[in-house]
């Protein structure tokens, strides 16, 4: 079936760089998708990606694709306190609907 | 529009209760997902919706979960009876095409 895996913890001082790493399964996925959760919230679509793209870029947000290696990443540039949250990795069902979510990655930006 | 709403947002009950959580989705949306959050897991589909007609509901745990949508503006996730394993967050997602799901902000659920 359908796995995502995610690291589950990025510390990052702000201003710098960070850089959330996905690893899926399912090679036909058509989307892939970034989530954003804060504290006591649910997920909100951060971005998503086109299977047949290799990057796309979004202001701060930078989603690379390597189909090859089923491997996503997002990066955030100039990383601002109110970034931090979970980040969530997610890829379709087989059956091309529900979504399958990573265990998210709890990002940390220290001041 | 409000958005998808879930109520209780904070559920406390004792081993053995029934515990109902409830959604409304956004008008116009014709997928409900139901999801669960726990440390350990992450985020489990337990069951989702489409125009009201459950398609797939392999993530629900046992049978003590019962979900139910009567209509499009409403759905239903029960658990009975209930145990402290079942502790979580439970978030209600809808959906218009699949391709994005707005989720509620959650029902966190204690069993003691």
């Known amino acids: 079936g359908e796995d995502v895996e995610q690291s589950l913890f990025l510390s990052v001082r702000e201003g710098d760089s960070s850089v959330i790493n996905c690893t899926y399964t399912d090679s036909s996925s058509t989307y892939l998708y970034w989530y954003k959760q804060e504290p006591g919230a649910g997920l909100q679509l951060l971005t998503y990606i086109f299977s047949n793209m290799d990057m796309k870029q979004d202001q701060r947000l930078t989603v690379l694709l390597n189909k090859k290696d089923k491997h996503l990443s997002l990066r955030i540039a100039d990383t601002q306190t109110g970034d931090s949250a979970i980040y969530f990795c997610?890829?379709?069902?087989?059956?091309?609907?529900?979504?399958?979510f990573g265990k998210g990655t709890t990002l940390s930006v220290s001041s | 529009d409000a958005g998808v709403i879930q109520s209780p947002r904070h559920e406390v009950t004792e081993m053995g209760q029934e515990v109902t959580l409830r959604c409304k989705p956004i008008s116009g949306h014709d997928y409900l997902f139901w999801y669960r959050q726990t440390m350990m897991r992450g985020l489990e589909l337990l069951i989702y919706f489409n125009n009201n007609v459950p398609i797939d509901d392999s993530g629900m745990p046992e049978d003590r979960f019962s979900a139910k949508m009567p209509n499009a503006s409403f759905s239903t996730l029960k658990i009975q009876p209930s145990e402290p394993r079942d502790s979580a967050v439970y978030f209600c997602?809808?959906?218009?095409?699949?391709?994005?799901?707005?989720f509620g902000s959650g029902t966190q659920l204690s069993v003691l």
């Open positions: 997610a890829e379709r069902d087989q059956a091309g609907t529900a979504l399958i």
């Open positions: 997602a809808s959906s218009s095409d699949t391709s994005k799901l707005f």
